[in-house]
């Protein structure tokens, strides 16, 4: 199951139906199962304060997972920072959405067991979330749903 929530931020994910099934047909073209999956989304603030708390970093970031995957059922928590996503988007000189569909992917990527500590493992990370985005079709305007 995979759920979107929204804490002290203005946003709402478009089309939740179209980014649930596209997350969740990628999850299975790479043989894994769909568990327990929640993107929370945030400020910067908060992401900064859990990035402080549970990892000891004092600095902005995108996304943090939280990984409970079992085997190959992929399951977790990922707390996405709307107002890093907008930054970056704007500075990468690329659309919001794909930018937030962007950072989904690498999340979700990260409970599958991909890293991305050096630049070899970067680039595969790179490499699996254009291959994700690539797969991607997500209808604009969709009712919104939780």
């Not at 999956?37 to 945030?42: A, K, M, P, W």
């Not at 000189?93 to 569909?101: K, M, N, S, Y």
Request: proline residues 1%.
């Amino acid at each position: 199951m995979i759920t979107f929530h929204f804490e002290g931020v203005g946003f709402r994910l478009k089309a939740r139906r179209g980014v649930r099934s596209w997350i969740e047909k990628v999850i299975v073209q790479d043989n894994f199962k769909v568990g327990e999956l929640s993107f929370v989304f945030c400020s910067d603030e908060r992401l900064l304060a859990i990035n402080k708390q549970f990892l000891q970093h004092n600095y902005y970031t995108d996304i943090i997972t939280f990984d409970n995957s079992e085997g190959d059922v992929l399951s977790g928590e990922m707390v996405i920072s709307v107002d890093r996503v907008r930054d970056n988007a704007r500075a990468l000189g690329v659309r919001f959405e794909d930018e937030l569909h962007r950072v989904m992917a690498h999340g979700t990527l990260h409970l599958s067991g991909l890293k991305d500590g050096t630049e070899r493992e970067q680039d595969a990370m790179r490499s699996a979330e254009n291959r994700w985005l690539e797969m991607r079709n997500v209808p604009r305007g969709t009712k919104k749903t939780n």
